[in-house]
Nanobody
Framework: QVQLVESGGGLVQAGGSLRLSCAASGRTSSNYVMGWFRQAPGKEREFVAAISWSSSSTYYADSAKGRKTISRDNAGNTGYLQMNSLKPEDTAVYYC?????????????????WGQGTQVTVSS
């Protein structure tokens, strides 16, 4: 199993940047995909981005392209989501998720392990 803990959320003005981190522990030596999702108030959880074990493959939601960058450091067992040019509509709880294997999925049902989430609030 993999345990995940997010950090790096907070309050930022529109146009600002944040970098979220996801610290992984447990069975981290095995090949696993890391994904980021978010859930805004009153809305369903939605996919943001995913990255393969080797970082050779990434996939982004259309809303994330150009403003968000997913990365990972396997030596440090940490994943990242760099968010630039933030907008008020980016306000949400951001979750890190993981699944063993190599395929990148956008459906939250494909991910087996989840962090507790970190709040991102973007003020206008």
């Amino acid at each position: 199993q993999v345990q995940l803990v997010e950090s790096g959320g907070g309050l930022v003005q529109a146009g600002g940047s944040l970098r979220l981190s996801c610290a992984a522990s447990g069975r981290t030596s095995s090949n696993y995909v890391m994904g980021w999702f978010r859930q805004a108030p009153g809305k369903e959880r939605e996919f943001v981005a995913a990255i393969s074990w080797s970082s050779s493959s990434t996939y982004y939601a259309d809303s994330a392209k150009g403003r968000k960058t997913i990365s990972r450091d396997n030596a440090g067992n940490t994943g990242y989501l760099q968010m630039n040019s933030l907008k008020p509509e980016d306000t949400a709880v951001y979750y890190c998720a993981a699944r063993y294997g190599s395929a990148l999925y956008t459906s939250q049902n494909r991910y087996d392990y989840w962090g507790q989430g970190t709040q991102v609030t973007v003020s206008s």
